[in-house]
């Protein structure tokens, strides 16, 4: 029996489809009347930003609250500026028991009697009690009458308003020091495993940070919740369900953040079976699947996934409904979507709702949506993503060119001002985008890596602006212009180198397998790993072994293909191989040791038409800076003597 269990019953998932689970879910809620909105608490207005209001808010006070002169000059009674003119100007009295004149500033209340304004710009002195004036003024001219902007009663804002800034100043102008708000949803987040550290520990293999509940709460309290963390908990029954009682007791939901997998024993759907009612265990979404729904002691309780982008997904699509309907805020409109062309084939599982993130940009006259890398637990798919697509269930995916609806995670205009590049991966790119950022109103670069040939064939169906490549023509030494010919015979292109570069092997500090040359990859105990298909370092290991009459199937973990230097270099790093090709930059990034075997040119593939566009001006502006050149020679195994220069120009 596992430490902590109860008994030996194992829970199996159930998906249910996604709507099923959140009906069953939400109806169990209001059946327990566990939807209705939160109670109101009277709170400071400085101290309500981004709080919901419980019920109309009625002015106490006008604003202004007194006639307000709205113009440095002199008050005035309108009557008696008829008939100046030019050449008849009229001339007023400002002193004296007989004034017909007042001088005021901007903001005074108005003097009894007096009932517009004229500028001081257009006074004429006339001794020291007597002003002339060229122009009649009309009644309550330049003057800001009483409640001219809020009268004291009138509504200022509706119930369930998420308060602005500008809601703040409205607030306290119309005489209100406090107001009432919706209290807050109380959430506990509990995160559960033995093998969790806090950010910042020393990391031992076996380790994960516990970060989930940072994003968890953060994401909660971006809503309008109020998010504590409890815990970590370790795996047990008993803590576990201890835990999630007392929170129970202090909080309008708790969430469990734990593993769960079909045919494994689940503690969250136990805790939840033993405190209350088990409603749901596995939604059939994509990633997401191990959700456990229940109530428990008149609170809702609910598990969510371990790996990150599985949590914060159903997070968003159970949690965030939940707590719009408390802050009275049910049915608010969804984030703004945009129409884009896939720009690769999608395989999706027939029976689950799948939620996949791309990158946007516009290419020309089309807007392209490019897949980031999938996977429950590819945390930084969350970070680079533009937008969401849903794939429906049953429908097997979708093909290349297809058009889909994506819900922008980014604003439209930010999308809109991307520079698309797509083919090899360099760290160079990484850097560019991060200059690229410094600029004010600059374009971003949404950068993908499907190697260098993947690049030429996305410039060929409009799919990106410009595409980095390193493809060495084995008959001529030439790089990139015999695969430009061959693959976009029809599209003009320039071609601008980025940098010179040193391709070599990746070897753990020490070198303890003792690799000195490309050959030593035939010795069966040496574990390899390689770039995928398609992409300059894989056509230049194939050259090379081609060169040494050595056959890749030779090669132990040549088959094993990763999509970055940087893959490369942490799949050496930590274990999984022993060694692999790639640039010395990204060893240098890992402390890898490296042998170099070759020098390279990397170019920016460019077709002429986005060469000359105002978009590619800062990212082509920025190959000549001198600070962006120090920054990538400072990345070291680059030569940037001739970043920037055309090296042709084709077709």
């Known amino acids: 029996m596992t430490e902590g269990q109860p008994n030996q019953r194992r829970y199996y998932l159930s998906d249910i489809p996604l709507e099923e689970a959140r009906d069953r879910f939400f109806t169990a809620l209001r059946n327990a009347g566990l939807l209705e909105a939160m109670p109101p608490e009277v709170v400071p207005v400085k101290a309500a930003r981004g709080r919901v209001t419980s019920g109309p808010v009625w002015a106490a006070t006008s604003s202004p609250h007194y006639d307000a002169a709205a113009m440095d000059g002199i008050a005035v009674r309108a009557a008696d500026t008829t008939g100046a003119t030019e050449t008849s100007p009229v001339t007023l009295v400002v002193n004296g028991a007989e004034r017909q004149a007042v001088w005021v500033d901007t903001g005074d209340p108005m003097p009894s009697g007096f009932n517009a304004v004229i500028m001081v710009e257009h006074l004429h002195t006339v001794g020291e009690d007597h002003v002339s004036i060229m122009a009649p003024v009309a009644p309550w001219q330049h003057v800001r009458p009483l409640g001219e902007d809020i009268v004291a009663t009138e509504l200022v804002l509706t119930e369930n308003h998420r308060l602005t800034p500008a809601d703040l100043g409205a607030c306290a102008a119309a005489g209100l020091a406090r107001l009432s708000v919706r209290r807050r949803p109380s959430v506990a987040i509990i995160p559960t495993g033995n093998e969790l550290v806090p950010v910042g520990a020393d990391l031992q293999p076996g380790d994960v940070v516990e970060f989930n509940s940072i994003m968890l709460s953060a994401q909660l309290e971006e809503w309008g919740a109020a998010a504590t963390v409890v815990g970590p908990v370790r795996d047990s029954f008993v803590a576990l369900r201890d835990a999630a009682a007392e929170a129970l007791n202090s909080h309008d939901l708790v969430v469990i953040n734990a593993g769960s997998s079909a045919g494994s024993e689940d503690y969250t759907a136990l805790v939840v079976e033993e405190l209350g009612e088990l409603l749901v265990h596995g939604i059939a979404v994509r990633p997401g699947h191990p959700v456990v729904l229940g109530l428990a002691r008149g609170k809702p309780l609910v598990g969510l996934p371990g790996y990150p982008v599985s949590a914060m ?5 159970l949690l965030q409904p939940l707590v719009k309907h408390w802050l009275g805020q049910a049915g608010d409109s969804q984030r703004p979507t945009v129409h884009a062309q896939i720009t690769r084939k999608v395989m999706s599982s027939t029976g689950e709702d799948e ?13 392209v949506a490019t897949p980031v890398q999938r996977g429950a637990g590819v945390l930084m798919s969350l970070v680079r993503a533009d937008g969401l697509v849903k794939i429906p269930r049953f429908s097997e995916g979708m093909d290349a060119g297809a058009e889909v609806a994506v819900e922008l995670l980014r604003p439209p205009a930010e999308v809109e001002n991307t520079i698309v590049a797509i083919g090899s991966h360099d760290l160079t790119l990484d850097l560019m985008s991060s200059f690229l950022r410094r600029v004010p109103g600059g374009a971003s670069l949404s950068s993908s890596h499907i190697g260098s040939l993947g690049g030429l064939v996305a410039l060929r169906r409009g799919e990106a602006h410009l595409a980095g490549s390193h493809l060495l023509d084995e008959a001529t030494g030439q790089y990139n212009v015999s695969y430009i010919e061959r693959y976009l015979p029809q599209v003009p292109v320039v071609l601008v180198n980025l940098v010179g570069r040193v391709q070599g092997l990746m070897v753990r500090p020490g070198n303890p397998s003792g690799i000195q040359s490309l050959s030593d ?9 390689n770039r995928q298909r398609g992409s300059g370092t894989r056509v230049l290991l194939d050259y090379q072994l081609r060169e040494l009459g050595v056959s890749p199937e030779s090669v132990n973990g040549y088959q094993r293909e990763e999509f970055s230097h940087l893959a490369v270099a942490a799949a050496v790093n930590g274990g999984a191989a022993d060694v692999g090709l790639g640039i010395l930059s990204a060893a240098r990034a890992l402390g890898l040791e ?26 082509l502006a920025l190959l000549t800076s001198g600070e962006f050149r120090q920054a990538v020679d400072e990345l070291g195994g680059y030569d940037v003597s001739r970043m920037g220069q055309v090296q042709a120009e084709i077709g």
């Open 521 to 529: 990859l035939l010795r069966p105990e040496i574990a390899f790993v």
């Open 594 to 619: 490296f042998i170099p075997l070759a020098n390279e040119q990397y170019d920016l593939v460019i077709p002429r038409a986005h060469y000359e566009s105002d978009l590619l001006q800062p990212l």
């Open 355 to 367: 939620f996949l993130r791309v990158k946007l940009g516009r290419v020309g006259e089309k807007m």
């Open 313 to 317: 997904l159903t997070s968003e699509l």
